[in-house]
């Protein structure tokens, strides 16, 4: 199957995260492989932060589909959340209150007209801007898959929302924000930015009811990339070593060792 026919296959979501998706590496998985090599392809668990994220993307990006996003209409996590997630063959869902705070982020987000949102937006809703983009190239010897957020004026753009978008620049190695940003501009060719958007609302003027949110626009260094690199390449020995066709150690052999 040629690259172009691969890409297709990938923009629908089955696939990209399916069975057909695990044939390439991803961002996802230079963290797994990492920090714990023994979860490499086992399903991850979602949970509060990750779904809510989920729906902030949909709302922003495809409005049309999140409206079939699965929501419990319910206060508590009880016997009725339970009967929903069952219903819904689902394993964990946002509370209505949950997605609201998302909601009410976007809302902000889509009408604010202040020159820190309007620039952003300018950017994102350009009318040559294609939204969850797929991707797939050779990095380092390896088959890898990306699925940028929007590719807009020869930019990849990758929104996030954050509990602190002032320790943004801080947190990202942690999240993997740099390995990401590494393994995109190699599969797209362009440079990557983040938009930022914080969670928590703020309060302004005297007016009940007003407020705004933090933003926040980061792009990452040379140095940044080049420890990247570093990361995904000792991501990439624990796979040769563990995972490959040639492996040679199975991953239930892992001794962790050190001094102290």
């Known amino acids: ?64 589909k999140a ?40 809302d902000w987000f889509m009408n604010d007209n202040t020159t820190k949102v309007k620039g952003m937006k300018e950017y994102l809703f350009d009318f040559d801007a294609k939204f969850e983009e797929p991707m797939v190239a050779d990095i ?13 004026q020869e930019m990849i753009i990758d929104l996030k929302t954050s509990q602190d978008v002032s320790k943004f620049t801080r947190n990202a190695p942690y999240y993997y924000y740099d390995t990401q940003s ?17 969670k928590t609302p703020k309060p302004i003027g005297t007016k009940p009811g007003s407020f705004t949110y933090d933003v926040g626009i980061f792009n990452p260094t040379p140095e940044t990339l080049a420890r990247a690199k570093e990361k995904v390449e000792h991501a990439l020995y624990h796979y040769d ?19 102290f």
């Open 241 to 259: 070593k563990y995972f490959s066709q040639n492996a040679e150690e199975s991953v239930e052999d892992i001794i962790y060792k050190g001094q």
């Open 1 to 64: 199957m040629e690259n172009k026919e691969i890409i297709e296959k990938l923009r629908d979501d089955k696939h990209y995260y399916g069975e057909f998706g695990k044939m390439f590496l991803s961002n996802s998985d230079i963290k797994v492989l990492r920090d714990n090599p023994e979860a490499f392809r086992l399903d991850t668990p979602t949970n509060e932060n990750l779904e809510k994220g989920r729906l902030f993307h949909q709302l922003i990006l495809e409005p049309e």
């Open 67 to 106: 409206k079939d996003f699965p929501i419990a209409d319910v206060t508590r996590r009880d016997s009725t959340y339970k009967k929903f997630l069952e219903d819904n063959d689902l394993d964990f869902a946002l509370k209505t209150s949950e997605a609201d705070e998302i909601k009410d982020l976007v």
């Open 140 to 152: 380092l010897g390896h088959k890898f898959k990306g699925k940028a957020d929007c590719i807009s």
């Open 182 to 198: 590494f393994i995109y501009q190699t599969l797209y060719g362009m440079p990557m930015v983040f938009f930022v958007i914080g």
